[in-house]
């Protein structure tokens, strides 16, 4: 059974920062891009971040460039997003996404972030 568990989402005040973490099971973590997508109230889903396995090449949406860093422990099965200098902007669900490049793709149940004061 494939799972994908966020956790570390959270109430921060501008100019802060949060880590999330995805921890996954039931699929070839190893062989999977990892991603991670936020979704902000009446938005799209748009993805933020990327890292490919076994490459470890990461991709970043502009809006995050330079703020966020995306991450994995291929030993512990977890993909992280590291965020920093946080904006009212960035409050969204954010949700961990994997692809296995076997047909299938898979996502998690999604954590809130709130950027306020």
């Known amino acids: 059974q494939v799972q994908l568990v966020e956790s570390g989402g959270g109430l921060v005040q501008p100019g802060g920062s949060l880590r999330l973490s995805c921890v996954t099971s039931?699929?070839?973590?190893?062989?999977?891009?990892m991603s991670w997508y936020r979704q902000a109230p009446g938005k799209e889903r748009e993805l933020v971040a990327t890292i490919s396995n076994p490459s470890g090449i990461t991709n970043y949406a502009n809006s995050v460039k330079g703020r966020f860093t995306i991450s994995r422990d291929s030993a512990m099965n977890t993909v992280y997003l590291q965020m920093n200098s946080l904006k009212p902007e960035d409050t969204a669900v954010y949700y961990c996404?994997?692809?296995?490049?076997?047909?299938?793709?898979?996502w998690g149940q999604g954590t809130q972030v709130t950027v306020s004061s």
């Open positions: 996404y994997a692809d296995p490049r076997n047909g299938h793709v898979y």
């Open positions: 039931g699929f070839t973590f190893r062989r999977s891009a």
